[in-house]
């Protein structure tokens, strides 16, 4: 079966950044059964992982990041993506209409970019493009 890609405007990816990503990967992988990845990760000279956690093995379930590094000023929470045709015209108008940028947008495994974004009323997604 083919894998469909994410239409704009659809949510396609989340994640939560945390002080002990380790900890909390096992959590979501006792209490859902999601399978752990990790990714490694480097802060200065240091390594580390941050967690793909998998539903099976071609289905994403999300992410579960560590807060250093380029992760450091993300909000401990779940972060839904929503999946744009280009992100800096779609980041544009979220400032121009009162967003507040968290985290600038960037090439994230040479596959999209994002940005992660509050809203107006203080509410706190990301913007992809998922092509």
């Given amino acids: 079966m083919d ?24 959590f979501y992988q006792e209490v859902v059964g999601w399978q752990v990845h990790p990714i490694g990760m480097k802060d200065g000279d240091e390594s580390y992982d941050d967690y793909a956690m998998m539903i099976d093995e071609e289905t994403s379930g999300g992410g579960v990041c560590t807060k250093r590094g ?20 779609s980041l544009n108008k979220a400032l121009e209409l009162g967003g507040k940028l968290i985290k600038e947008g960037r090439k ?24």
């Fill in 3 to 26: 894998k469909q890609k994410p239409k704009y405007g659809q949510f396609f990816w989340c994640d939560i950044t945390v002080e002990d990503a380790n900890s909390l990967k096992d």
């Fill in 70 to 89: 380029v992760n450091s000023n993300i909000p401990s929470q779940w972060i839904m993506y929503i999946n744009v045709e280009n992100v800096e015209e």
């Fill in 108 to 131: 994230k495994d040479g596959t999209y970019q994002y940005a992660i974004i509050q809203d107006p009323t203080g509410a706190v997604f990301g913007l992809g493009n998922a092509d």
